[in-house]
DNA sequence: TGTTTAACTTTGAATTACAAAGTACTTTTT
DNA sequence: AAAAAGTACTTTGTAATTCAAAGTTAAACA
């Protein structure tokens, strides 16, 4: 495929995934609760697509207890912003050329 | 689910929808053959797509013989362009909020 | 001991995407 | 006239993706 469409990451084109990556742009860390509430999916759901984002390595899992409760909080890394980076130049670029 | 995210256009999810979509903005008009060398697809696919965004009344199909040889030429409506513009705009808003 | 909470994993169903093969109709080639 | 090729599909079958719902684990609370 021409016209800059190939630079787009397969991992992004759900919108959840572009909804977490997104949120760990903005934030350096959120942790499962906050992730479900702000995308408001199933926890089963957001449970895989974080699973597919770690496979990939563009997030890392911190799992902890915060005072007695469990808590598992989410970064994205170097290599998942350059990728996310990189994602919406193509999209960016994509979309100068087609208004 | 919050964030601009639902303001996304389901339909151009997909790199081949958005594809088609694009080169249909940019140029007026293009046929079956044209569309199928700039995604490099196969055509069965391609077709596929074509009548997706057809039956969401997002392109018109028109049927014509060029000298002796059949040729099909597709063309974004005014909704299919208004939805497109729509989901390019949710896009570089969930850009701008991203980076 | 039983229930709740957090964060999953598993299961199963529905949808989507794709390649490959087949089709219809016409034209070109032999 | 018969065979091959071109255009634009449709059909078929498979693989991948997505999701909700239910089940699981482990600790904490009542």
Redesign the pocket.
């Known amino acids: 495929m021409k016209n800059h469409l190939e630079a787009l990451n ?1 991992a992004f ?5 572009l909804g977490i990556m997104s949120l760990l742009m903005v934030n350096t860390a959120m ?3 906050m992730l ?1 509430e702000q995308l408001n ?12 984002l770690d496979k990939l390595g563009y997030i890392l ?1 911190t ?1 902890q ?1 915060i ?8 970064t994205a890394t170097d290599p998942g912003r350059k990728a996310f980076s990189d994602h919406l130049d193509a999209l960016e670029r994509f979309i100068s050329r087609s208004i």
Chains 1, 2 share one sequence.
């Open positions: 397969k084109e759900s919108r959840v995934r942790d499962f609760g479900k999916i199933t926890d089963g759901n957001l449970a895989s697509h974080l699973n597919a899992i799992k207890f005072g007695k409760k469990p808590n598992t909080s989410y």
